[in-house]
């Protein structure tokens, strides 16, 4: 890898999704990172990985998510969690917690990690191991949460939003709540390959899609904790027209959404980028088009020199009703999901129910 370009013509992300890994111990319908059982074959090595967390401190990240596949299938993980802690970047992971028992928790505690996001895809048993392929990950998995619980690490519950579980909502925030979770990441379920070829007909429709955000931001006055929705920046434009208060905590903080009052975080200055374990990088694991490699240029390079980046950037560039609506610039509805089904980063998010045009 180069010396990093100190010389930032843009304001680097907010946060990076480091998918350390694709190997996975289980077999997800949904997974964005097509992980399998076997390590990529070109994965960073372990010098190659610090070499990338050195650029990221140096550019001034402030949080670094450790994804995968399963970050805790790769050998050397603890060791690259612990040399990026030691860097003062603030580290979290990505885990479907089937392998986190007591050691494991109290190792990614003392490694400096910071938090953890425990996949969770249903109410019960039969709904969530369906959806990831291996039976009893369920309870392993609410096993992981108790047992980071136990050691004092936070977690929070990332659950995906799909037909077969619109029934289960409730039940799942009640058991994110009840395990202790300290925030419900709801993702909405996007058309990546992986989906296209196991779980198409496991899509939202666009009124599925609004009465979901709008059950949400509803429920959201009485919850405990804060519900955020990857793939859906429309969520934070329901929690404004309904002037959503929340009774447990300063409304303020649902300003801290990454979706609000500036839409889809993609490879938007103070937003969001992935790196995959080759070293491609993409600007969101939703929106996977190639921006580059870490081999072949710095992190800062690819982020500041991307012709993709910068189109991605100009919103004036939208197309359809997402190019005309008032809430442009705000939103910006999910470019992953618009390039997923229609091959262009541009066009209007065909999940989105807003069609307020700005006046001419």
């Not at 995959?276 to 490699?293: A, E, F, H, S, Y």
Request: glycine share 8%; aromatic share 8%.
């Amino acid at each position: 890898m180069k010396e990093v370009n100190t010389k930032k013509s843009t304001p680097p992300p907010f946060l990076i999704s480091y998918a350390v890994t694709q190997k996975c111990n289980l077999k997800c319908k949904h997974c964005y990172s097509e992980a399998s059982e076997e390590q990529a074959p070109k994965e960073l090595s372990t010098e190659e990985a610090k070499l990338l967390i050195d650029d990221m401190a140096n550019w001034g990240i402030r949080l670094l998510i450790f994804d995968g596949g399963e970050p805790l299938c790769r050998d050397d993980f603890f060791e690259i969690a612990q040399y990026a802690s030691s860097k003062k970047l603030r580290v979290v992971i990505g885990s479907n917690a089937t392998l986190i028992d007591s050691e494991a928790a109290k190792r990614l505690k003392s490694a400096g990690i910071m938090g953890v996001q425990i996949s969770i895809d249903g109410a019960v048993a039969q709904t969530h191991d369906w959806f990831r392929g291996v039976p009893g990950a369920f309870d392993e998995a609410l096993e992981g949460a108790k047992a980071c619980k136990e050691a004092g690490l936070p977690f929070q519950f990332g659950m995906t939003i799909r037909r077969g579980t619109l029934d289960e909502l409730p039940d799942m925030l009640k058991l994110a709540i009840d395990s202790g979770a300290n925030a419900a990441e709801f993702f909405d379920l996007i058309q990546v390959p992986r989906v296209k070829r196991e779980i198409p007909n496991e899509l939202l429709t666009v009124d599925e899609r609004k009465r979901v955000m709008e059950w949400l931001a509803e429920t959201q006055t009485d919850t405990p904790i804060i519900i955020r929705t990857p793939g859906c920046p429309m969520y934070t434009l329901v929690l404004q027209e309904k002037n959503i208060q929340p009774k447990h905590f300063a409304a303020h903080l649902l300003k801290r959404i990454p979706y609000y009052g500036r839409g889809c975080a993609a490879g938007m200055p103070n937003g969001y980028l992935t790196i995959l374990p080759d070293g491609d990088v993409i600007p969101c694991m939703l929106l996977q088009t190639k921006l580059g490699n870490v081999r072949e240029e710095t992190i800062t390079q690819i982020w500041n020199n991307s012709p993709i980046l910068s189109e991605l950037r100009n919103r004036s560039l939208l197309e359809g009703k997402c190019g005309s609506c008032v809430y442009r610039d705000k939103c910006a509805g999910c470019r992953g999901r618009a390039y997923e089904e229609t091959n262009n980063i541009h066009a209007a998010d065909p999940g989105c129910w807003f069609n307020i045009e700005a006046p001419q």
